[in-house]
């Protein structure tokens, strides 16, 4: 599955969509982490629940370097500098936008000193081989023209052992015309390139020069009814004072995303640059 778009479209996107939907997420820009049928959170507590998780498995320690790759609004980068004291983080985004509401998010959370964000893309990361000790992609990679290009660009910039870890919606095949269609529009709607699954990451991250150091499918963490997310979304447009028209997106569009959404999968990965 590819569709045609350029890094200045999903730029563009970010630019116009991001504060309403980082607005309806409590700040992130990706899906949430529930515990079971019964979690009754919220979607910022669910969706700082997935960062969480990604900030364990990262396993940075004080003093790092950390690339933040698509760092949206800048909310897990922050919340990422809190939970581990000293480390550096840089993130960067193709959305001039991201680059100003992060910056400001991490002045106001006052860890300005170690987080910072610059405009750049990582289809050609700006930076020296080897001068990160840690790279995280939270719900990204989905966005960018050629995973190829952006791991063997990830595995140039980490040190040797440095690690990697990463979050994405999981590539799934309706069984039927109708499902695969509305599946393909979702996704060009929400700026989405190409979907892979475990096993093409484990090609791409091993053809990158990298090793896969864990593999897990939360599908059943990440999945949820249309019933629980109306729910949700009703209450996140309450307490933010937005109204559905502002959001700007029509029932059937609401009904064929809902409809694809409680398909789709999610998968984390991380690896491990060998030290040489
Ligand atoms: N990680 C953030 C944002 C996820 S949304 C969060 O979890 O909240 C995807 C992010 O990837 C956006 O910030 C988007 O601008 C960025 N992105 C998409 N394509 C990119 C590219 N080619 N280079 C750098 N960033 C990119």
């Not at 960067?92 to 964000?117: C, H």
């Not at 309706?174 to 996704?187: M, N, W, Y």
């Not at 979304?233 to 004072?241: F, H, I, M, N, Q």
Request: proline residues 4%; charged residues 25%; negative net charge.
């Amino acid at each position: 599955m590819q569709t045609e778009l350029t890094t200045a479209d999903v730029g563009r996107f970010f630019d116009e969509k991001g504060d309403m939907l980082a607005e309806l997420m409590g700040g992130n820009i990706h899906f949430a982490y529930w515990t079971g049928d019964d979690d009754d959170s919220g979607f910022a507590e669910a969706t700082d629940r997935l960062t969480d998780h990604m900030i364990e498995l990262l396993d940075a320690r004080p003093g790092e370097r950390v690339l933040d790759l698509g760092c949206g609004r800048g909310r897990p980068a922050v919340r990422l500098a809190r939970a581990v004291p000293d480390l550096r983080i840089v993130g960067i985004s193709v959305s001039t936008k991201d680059i100003a509401a992060a910056t400001e998010l991490a002045a106001a959370a006052g860890v300005a000193d170690r987080v910072r964000f610059e405009f750049a893309d990582a289809m050609a990361l700006p930076f020296a081989a080897g001068s990160f000790d840690a790279v995280w992609a939270v719900e990204s990679l989905l966005h960018m023209p050629d995973r190829r290009t952006v791991l063997r660009g990830i595995a140039d910039v980490l040190r040797p052992g440095g690690r990697l870890a990463l979050c994405d919606v999981s590539a799934t095949e309706p069984d039927t015309e109708a499902g695969r269609a509305a599946l393909a529009e979702t996704l060009k709607g929400w700026m989405v390139h190409s979907l892979t699954d475990l096993d093409g990451y484990r090609e791409l991250i091993a053809d990158a020069g990298l090793r896969v150091t864990g593999a897990i499918d939360v599908s059943h963490r990440t999945r949820y009814s249309k019933a629980k997310v109306t729910e949700l979304l009703a209450r996140s447009v309450a307490d933010s004072g937005l109204s559905f028209a502002e959001i700007d997106l029509p029932p059937e569009v609401w009904d064929q995303a809902f409809a694809v959404f409680e398909q789709m999968g999610y998968l984390i990965v991380t690896a491990e640059r060998p030290a040489v």
